[in-house]
């Protein structure tokens, strides 16, 4: 069985240098990476001509927070970024605070008060804002938006300029995307030892997660879909388990993402549970592997997104049409370009070609047109000056359990 919870932490399972990372009390990028994002941010806003930013973030959500600060929103955040001055990051709740301290050194962590809103306009104000544009990265509130549309008559929503700049990952950032993949392997890895009839969805979820917790890794997501292979009813990982208990002859399909401080691996397997997989779960299967090598095989630096859409087209062949999306980029938000298939589109296929430093996910759902039986595989990529790597280790193919 896979080692979990204080055998666990014996192991190491990564290059050296990503394993001082994750083995490190409180992991950080280094200055010229924060320093790079700083750079990127300040260029932004001289095009903007703005001159006071506003980051938000609520409940571990908001990932500019991070992205700028280094600290991972726990509650409410809201950090002020103004050349010549010191970053500041106003946080809630009080006992919250010791730790920002601890772990975002670049910045000041204050505490909010009893309105993180109203501390944060007073710290605007006294650094002028009311006479120039305040522009906004993270989704405010209706009140939220309102106190500030109050006092500041020029906000500016960057939330589009952020997105264009989380789409190309520098080095380090891939470097923690592989630590977040890696975790999110041993998730596939524990589910191959432990599945087994009699457990519950729920359980699944204690197993991935006991995988991954004991090396800094939280949840970003784990999907879980069961059904009978002989006369299923589910074709699409669900977002909250069931009680739902497995019997020899299911089938289970999963999507993982195991966090590493804000940066997730993905990764999608099928499992057949004490049986082989039918012939309707294996031609399902084996559709959603094609796709995913044909897809793979295309990828580099200008490929388009209907070229993507154009490799899917195995599914239709086979009577098949998906649910989830087939691609989408991935880290710092579900970023573009997001792709469905012909049978089922995402809306307009974009109009823009991959680029190295991309990081995006290729997941062929394949199910069934009446939605009672599908399957999942895929994986996190990164795509390069040459062409695109996987930062995934997990076997390929429908497992066994």
């Known amino acids: 069985m896979l080692a979990t919870g204080s055998a666990a932490k014996r192991q190491n399972f990564l290059p050296e240098r990503l394993q001082k990372i994750v083995d490190a009390d409180v992991p950080r990028f280094s200055d010229g990476e924060m320093a790079r994002r700083r750079g990127a941010i300040e260029n932004l806003m001289n095009e903007k001509g703005i001159d006071h930013l506003l980051v938000y973030g609520l409940n571990r959500t908001g990932s500019a927070v991070f992205w700028l600060t280094g600290w991972p929103t726990s509650a409410e955040a809201l950090a002020i970024l103004t050349p010549g001055h010191k970053d500041v990051v106003f946080i809630q709740y009080y006992n919250h605070v010791p730790l920002a301290e601890r772990i975002a050194k670049r910045v000041e962590p204050k505490w909010g008060g009893p309105s993180t809103v109203e501390s944060a306009i007073d710290e605007l104000k006294a650094r002028g804002a009311k006479r120039g544009k305040v522009g906004v990265i993270g989704v405010l509130g209706f009140a ?38 890696a975790l999110s392997d041993r998730s596939i890895a524990a589910l191959q030892a432990e599945v087994r009839p009699g457990i519950t969805e729920r359980d699944l979820g204690d197993i991935v997660e006991r995988a991954y917790v004991p090396f800094g890794g939280k949840t970003l997501i784990h999907f879980f879909g069961t059904t009978s292979m002989r006369n299923p009813d589910c074709s699409v990982p669900a977002q909250i388990p069931s009680n739902r208990r497995i019997e020899a002859g299911d089938v289970v399909f999963t999507e993982i993402s195991a966090d590493f401080w804000e940066y997730p691996g993905q990764v999608l397997r099928t499992f057949a549970v004490a049986a082989e997989p039918t012939a309707l779960y294996r031609k399902l299967h084996d559709t959603a592997e094609e796709v995913f090598d044909a897809i793979f095989k295309i990828l580099k630096p200008g490929t388009m997104p209907a070229e993507v859409v154009d490799a899917s087209a195995p599914v239709e ?9 087939l691609m989408h980029g991935h880290c710092g938000a ?58 995934h280790n997990a076997p390929p193919g429908f497992l066994r359990v």
């Open 334 to 391: 579900y970023l573009p370009p997001i792709v469905g298939s012909k049978s089922r589109p995402a809306g307009t296929i974009p109009d823009m070609p991959l680029q190295a430093g991309m990081t995006i996910v290729i997941q062929p759902n394949v199910i069934t047109p009446d939605k009672r039986a599908g399957v999942q595989t895929g994986e996190l990529l990164h795509i390069t000056e040459t062409g695109v790597e996987r930062l």
């Open 144 to 181: 939220q938006y309102g106190e500030f549309s109050a006092q500041f008559d020029k906000l500016v929503d960057l939330n589009g300029d952020y997105i264009r700049l989380r789409l190309i990952k520098s080095s380090e950032e891939v470097d923690w995307l592989r630590i977040g993949a």
């Open 317 to 325: 062949a086979a009577g098949f049409t998906i649910c989830d999306d």
